[in-house]
């Protein structure tokens, strides 16, 4: 059976989706990549990985996914940082897709937080949808990447509580595409 795939790099961007959807972790697992948690519900409909941060995480869980599971749509959900500062805290893009009463805006991938936008041509950065997007188009054609602005470019990763409340204020918006 085909599912639906979810990946975040964080397990405070997952919580929300974990508890929507009732997932439960799968301990059980064989060859999970190292630092990999991986959740699903009870009639397997949906997949849910939280990778852990970087390109090299993310990659490795989406090769996991892709090579033991049949997926027919991909969604990855995080949090970003936004070069511009009249941008609310809480706002949700999708970076990939024009989609209906969603803000649109591309993104950069980078391998380490930046501390300016000196170098920056888009308005989002993160660190994992660059690889989201290239890996997952080759598996399946319905793909998303949901971010919601965390910060204006801050080095720290804020506080958990924080990016499960982001992630949990958007949700009417980003549910109707699980």
């Known amino acids: 059976m085909s599912k639906t795939f979810i990946h975040t790099a964080l397990l405070a961007e997952a919580q929300p989706l974990i508890n929507f959807l009732k997932l439960k972790q ?5 060859n999970l990549p190292k630092n990999c948690k991986l959740f ?40 970003a940082g936004c070069s511009d500062s009249s941008i609310k805290i809480g706002t949700l893009f999708c970076t990939n897709r024009l ?3 969603i803000n649109f805006a ?19 950065v993160d660190m994992e949808a660059k690889y989201f997007l290239e890996t997952s188009k080759k598996y399946c054609d319905e793909v998303y990447c949901f971010k919601v602005v965390s910060d204006y470019l801050e080095i720290e990763i804020p ?16 549910k109707k595409y699980l």
């Open 26 to 30: 799968d301990n059980l697992v064989q």
């Open 40 to 79: 699903k519900d009870e009639d397997e409909k949906y997949l849910l990985i939280v990778s852990g941060i970087g390109k090299e995480n993310c990659l490795n869980s989406l090769e996991y996914v892709y090579k033991n599971f049949k997926i027919s749509k991909a969604i990855n959900i995080g949090i």
């Open 99 to 101: 989609l209906p009463n």
């Open 106 to 124: 591309p993104i950069t991938t980078v391998d380490k937080p930046l501390e300016n936008d000196e170098n920056l041509e888009t308005l989002l």
């Open 159 to 174: 506080k958990k509580s924080f990016v499960i409340e982001l992630i949990e204020k958007t949700k009417l918006i980003w």
